[in-house]
């Protein structure tokens, strides 16, 4: 005796539930989200002029934010005190806020790749 085709439904629609029950239910799984905490770092020494005031990493360990700070810095002089990095660094993208008077700029920068993201701030005489 084979199943017929309203048991088979059931069957099928059982299964159904039951995978998403058990995806819903299981702590910690992708299905429940889970607020991502930002991590200070300790700055990395600063190679000009001026010095890294802060550096928060998420999703990535503090060893790569530091480099990824310096390498956006080397980037970001290439052109001079004032310049400004228009690509990538360590295949990082990243915006940057200045607050700048005629001998310092203040600046935030923020990097990201897919979810990992560097941010740090810096002041710079100039």
């Known amino acids: 005796m084979g199943l017929t085709r309203r048991d088979f439904r059931l069957v099928l629609m059982t299964a159904a539930v039951a995978a998403v029950a058990s995806a ?16 200070a770092c300790s700055e990395p020494s600063y190679p000009g002029s001026g010095y ?7 999703r990535v360990r503090c060893r790569t934010g530091r480099k990824v700070a310096l390498a956006h810095y080397r980037c970001r002089t290439k052109s001079g005190p004032r310049g400004r990095c228009a690509h990538k660094v360590l295949h990082y993208s990243c915006r940057e806020r200045r607050n700048s008077i005629p001998t310092e700029i203040d600046g935030r920068v923020t990097c990201k790749r897919g979810a990992r993201t560097v941010i740090y701030t810096y002041q710079q005489n100039v």
Do not use: R
């Open 24 to 39: 819903v239910a299981v702590p910690g799984g992708s299905a429940t989200p889970v607020a991502e905490t930002a991590k």
């Open 52 to 58: 890294f005031t802060s550096l928060t990493v998420k």
